[in-house]
C-alpha cells in the first residue's frame, strides 16, 4: 500500500512537472502563436501575435517571450505565462531572424532587406548601433560565452564574425552557397553553419575561422537538390548535433565528435528549424508545408508524434 | 554519401604584410571525388574536383582591442584598400528596340530589359568582393537602332573584356558569336530562348541564362498532365517565333503523350474592341473536343483575346493565360520577396525574366571568381562547368550549368497574371540525377556536339 501510493505521488509529481512544458511555435500564414503541450502531444492554444511572425526567443528567465512580426517591422515583448503585449523594439524594417546574448539584455537583429544587423537595449528599447554586413543577412547567434556575435549572408555567402564588445566586424569566412542558420557547440568553440544551397554542413573553428570539416547528406530516393540543411543545433555535451533537411523532410543526426551522419529522420514537409526541449530529451521541428511540428525523443532517437499548429509553422522554443 | 571527401588539406599561410594592410589568408584546398551518376549506365564516372579556396580575411574596420584576439591581431588598419583588389570586368552588350504594336496600355514599354539586373548582380557581387578582395565592374554598350552590334563588339569589346552578357535576339547572337575573335571570351546569352542554339548551333563559348522554349513547353505540359488536361488545341500565331514556339509545344506533347486534336494559325485582326468577340468563338470550334487551348504568340498579339471567348469554356495556357516563365512579379517564396523589392527599388518596375537573366550570369561570374580566387577566364569557365558549382536563383533549388549545351539548369514557375500556380518540375516527374533534367533537352536527347 505504502509502496503503491508512493509510485502514484512519484507519478503525480512527475507529471505535474512534465506538464509544465510548453512548446512555442510562430506562424508565419495565421499571424498567430501556436502553445503545444509536448508530452502530451497536443495543441492547447493559438493566440493572435502581429503580422507574419517569424523568429521567436525566450529571455534567459523564461518570463518573455520575444517574436518578430516581420510585416509589422517590429519585435513584440510578451509575457510568456499569459501572452500579453508588454512592448515593442525597434528591429528596424523586415525582421526576421534575431539573437539574444547570454544576459539577455541585448538582441541583434537581422534587417534582410538592408543588409544590416540592429543591436538593441532591451530594457531601454534602444538602437545601439546599426552594423553593415553581406546581402541579405539571415542566420544570426552568440555564442555562448559572448565573445562573437555571428551574421551569416546568404547572398554573399559569408560567415561575419562580429566583436560583441565593439560591435564591428574582425574577421569573415566564406562558405558555401546560400548559408541559411548558424549555432555555436555550448563551449563555444566550433560554429555549425548549413548551407542551403550546395546542401552542406560547415564546421567552423572559432579560434581559427577555418572551416574544419564539410559533412554531406545523402538520403536514398531523394535527389541532392532536394537536400537543403536550414535549421542546425547541437546538444550541450556535444555529442550529437541535428540539422533539418527542409525540402528532403528529415532531420539528420550528426555525430558530433566523429562527424558522421549517423541517422536520418523522418518528419514533416520542408522542416527548418529545430529546439531542444529544456532537457535536451526531445527535439521539436517546425514543418513549414504540412503545417505541424514533429516531436523527436532522443534517447530512442524515433519521431514519436506530429501535432498539426497551423499555417505555416516557423520559429519554435520550448519553455520549461 | 554521394560526395565524399576523400582528403582535405589545410595550408595556412603566414600573415602576408603589405604595408599597413595585414590579411590573414586561409587556404583551404580540396580535392574530392565525386561520384557522378550517368543516365545511361547508372555506373558512376570519377570526377577530380578541380579547385576549392576558403578564404578567411581578417579585416577591421575601427580600433579593436587586438591584443586579446590573437586571430585579428595582424589587422588593426582600414579596410582592404584597391590596390590590392583583384579586377573582373564584365561587359553588356544589347540594341535598342522599336516598340513593338502593343495591345494596350497596361503593361509600359519597357526600353531595355536586363541592364538593371546585371547592376543588381555586380552590387551583390561586389558586397562580396569587398570581404574577398575582388572588385567587380559592369559597362553597358547600348548600341543605337541603326548601329551595328559586331562593330562595336570588335572595336569596343573584345579586346577590353573577358566576359560578356548578350541580350540580343537569335538572329544577331549567332553572327556574333561566330567571330573568330568572340571565341576568347565567355558569351552568357540572356536574349534568346532558341533550341536551336542550344542544340545543332551550340557553341562551346556561349552560356545561355533563360530557359529554351523546350523547357518552358515541356514545364506546362507536366503541369497539363498533372491535371489529365491531355488533348490540346494549339493554336499559333504568324510570326516564325510562335512556329518555334509551336514547335516545342509538340515536341512536348509527343515527349508525355499528350495529343495535340487541332492545329490552327491565327490570321484574324489584332484589334479587340472590332471582332475579338465573333472571331475567336468562330474561331475555337474545333472538330473533336479539347481540354485546354495552347497558344503561341510570343510578341502577345492576340494570345490575350482567347480566354473567356472561345466556343466551349477551356482554359488557354503557353504565351499568355498560364505562362511558363524562368521569373515573375508573382513569386515571392524561397527568399525572392528581398530580391524583388530590390530590384524594384533600384528599377521602379518589376524584373522581367532578362534581368534576372543578366542577374544570374554576374552573379555566377561572382560565384566562380569568388570560389577559385581568380579572375582567369579558364579557371572560372572550369569551374562554371564543374560539379561543385551552384547558384542561388530565389526559386528554391540550387541552379548550375548543363554540361552538354550550356543552358543553365532552373525551375520553371507556371504564372497566371496575379497568381503563381504551379512550378515545375512538378512532383512526379522523376529523373536519376537532377529532376530539374526533366525539363528541356536531356544529355541523351541533346544535339549540342561541342568539338564539331
Known amino acids: 500500500m505504502q509502496y503503491h501510493s508512493l509510485k502514484w505521488l512519484l507519478a503525480l509529481s512527475l507529471i505535474s512537472t512534465a506538464h509544465a512544458e510548453n512548446v512555442f511555435v510562430t506562424l508565419e500564414k495565421d499571424n498567430a502563436l501556436a502553445i503545444v503541450d509536448p508530452i502530451e502531444g497536443k495543441l492547447l492554444k493559438t493566440v493572435l501575435v502581429g503580422q507574419r511572425p517569424r523568429g521567436i526567443a525566450l529571455s534567459p528567465d523564461n518570463k518573455h517571450l520575444y517574436i518578430a512580426t516581420s510585416d509589422d517591422n517590429t519585435i513584440k515583448v510578451f509575457d510568456a505565462n499569459s501572452f500579453k503585449e508588454l512592448g515593442k523594439l525597434p528591429s528596424g524594417k523586415d525582421p526576421e531572424t534575431f539573437a539574444l546574448n547570454p544576459a539577455g539584455d541585448k538582441m541583434y537583429v537581422s534587417n534582410e532587406d538592408d543588409s544590416l544587423v540592429t543591436v538593441i537595449d532591451i530594457k531601454n528599447k534602444k538602437v545601439l548601433k546599426q552594423i553593415k554586413v553581406g546581402v541579405e543577412p539571415e542566420g544570426i547567434t552568440v555564442s555562448p560565452d559572448n565573445q562573437w556575435l555571428i551574421s551569416v549572408s546568404e547572398t554573399t555567402n559569408m560567415v561575419h564574425w562580429i566583436d560583441t564588445k565593439t560591435n564591428t566586424i574582425v574577421a569573415n569566412t566564406l562558405v558555401d552557397s546560400r548559408p541559411r542558420a548558424a549555432s555555436f557547440t555550448a563551449d563555444s568553440q566550433q560554429l555549425w553553419v548549413t548551407s542551403e544551397m550546395a546542401g552542406t554542413l560547415l564546421i567552423i573553428d572559432s579560434q581559427s575561422k577555418q572551416i574544419i570539416k564539410t559533412i554531406n547528406f545523402d538520403v536514398p530516393g531523394i535527389t541532392n537538390d532536394k537536400i537543403q540543411p536550414v535549421g542546425v543545433i547541437i546538444d550541450k555535451d556535444r555529442n550529437k548535433g541535428y540539422v533539418a533537411l527542409g525540402p528532403a523532410n528529415r532531420v539528420a543526426v550528426i555525430n558530433a565528435k566523429t562527424y558522421e551522419v549517423e541517422k536520418v529522420l523522418l518528419v514533416g514537409q520542408r522542416v527548418w528549424n529545430l529546439a531542444f526541449s529544456p532537457d535536451q530529451k526531445r527535439l521539436y521541428t517546425t514543418n513549414g508545408t504540412s503545417n505541424d511540428i514533429s516531436l523527436i525523443d532522443l534517447e530512442s532517437q524515433t519521431v514519436t508524434k506530429s501535432v498539426g499548429v497551423g499555417n505555416y509553422p516557423w520559429g519554435v522554443v520550448a519553455k520549461p | ?452
Open chain 2, 1 to 452: 554519401m554521394n560526395s565524399r571527401l576523400i582528403s582535405m588539406q589545410t595550408i595556412q599561410k603566414n600573415v602576408i604584410p603589405l604595408k599597413l594592410l595585414a590579411i590573414k589568408l586561409y587556404c583551404v584546398q580540396a580535392m574530392r571525388l565525386v561520384k557522378h551518376p550517368t543516365l545511361a549506365q547508372g555506373s558512376y564516372i570519377l570526377i577530380t574536383f578541380v579547385f576549392y579556396a576558403v578564404t578567411t580575411l581578417a579585416f577591421n574596420l575601427n580600433d579593436v582591442q587586438a591584443a586579446t584576439k590573437p586571430t585579428i591581431k595582424a589587422s588593426t588598419t582600414q579596410t582592404i584598400n584597391a590596390a590590392a583588389k583583384q579586377s573582373i570586368n564584365i561587359a553588356y552588350l544589347t540594341q535598342e528596340q522599336n516598340p513593338p504594336a502593343s495591345l494596350s496600355n497596361l503593361d509600359p514599354f519597357i526600353k531595355e530589359k536586363g541592364g538593371i539586373g546585371a547592376e543588381l548582380g555586380i552590387n551583390d557581387n561586389n558586397t562580396t568582393g569587398e570581404f574577398t578582395g575582388q572588385q567587380f565592374t559592369l559597362k553597358r554598350f547600348i548600341v543605337p537602332i541603326d548601329g551595328n552590334v559586331n562593330e562595336t563588339f570588335t572595336k569596343e569589346i573584345s579586346s577590353q573584356f573577358k566576359y560578356l552578357i548578350v541580350n540580343l535576339p537569335a538572329a544577331q547572337l549567332k553572327p556574333l558569336a561566330d567571330l573568330t575573335i568572340a571565341k576568347d571570351l565567355l558569351l552568357f546569352d540572356v536574349g534568346t530562348s532558341d533550341d536551336s542554339l542550344r542544340n545543332e548551333e551550340c557553341q562551346r563559348h556561349v552560356l545561355h541564362l533563360l530557359p529554351s522554349r523546350a523547357m518552358r513547353a515541356d514545364a506546362l505540359a507536366q503541369y497539363m498532365m498533372k491535371k489529365r488536361w491531355t488533348q490540346w488545341f494549339l493554336v499559333i500565331g504568324p510570326n516564325p517565333e510562335d512556329k518555334l514556339y509551336a514547335e516545342a509545344i509538340k515536341r512536348a506533347a509527343k515527349r508525355f503523350n499528350m495529343k495535340i486534336i487541332a492545329e490552327k494559325t491565327w490570321e484574324h485582326t489584332y484589334d479587340a474592341r472590332r471582332t475579338a468577340q465573333s472571331d475567336v468563338a468562330v474561331f475555337s470550334q474545333t472538330e473533336d473536343p479539347y481540354d485546354v487551348l495552347v497558344v503561341a504568340d510570343e510578341q502577345g498579339q492576340f494570345g490575350e483575346y482567347l480566354d473567356y471567348r472561345t466556343w466551349i469554356p477551356r482554359p488557354v495556357i503557353g504565351t499568355q493565360g498560364l505562362i511558363a516563365k524562368p521569373w515573375h512579379k508573382t513569386h515571392e517564396q524561397w527568399g525572392a520577396v528581398q530580391i524583388q523589392h530590390r530590384f524594384l527599388e533600384k528599377a521602379g518596375r518589376w524584373m522581367e525574366e532578362q534581368d534576372y537573366s543578366a542577374y544570374l550570369a554576374v552573379r555566377a561570374i561572382g560565384e566562380a571568381a569568388t570560389r577559385t580566387q581568380s579572375n582567369e577566364l579558364s579557371k572560372l569557365k572550369d569551374y562554371i562547368f564543374s560539379d561543385s558549382f551552384t547558384l542561388n536563383g530565389y526559386t528554391g533549388t540550387p541552379l548550375s550549368f548543363r554540361a552538354w549545351d550550356g543552358q543553365l539548369r532552373q525551375p520553371i514557375l507556371l504564372a497566371a497574371p496575379r497568381s503563381l500556380v504551379a512550378v515545375a518540375p512538378i512532383d512526379g516527374f522523376l529523373h536519376p540525377k537532377t529532376e530539374l533534367d526533366t525539363l528541356g533537352y536531356d544529355q541523351p536527347e541533346s544535339h549540342c556536339q561541342w568539338n564539331k
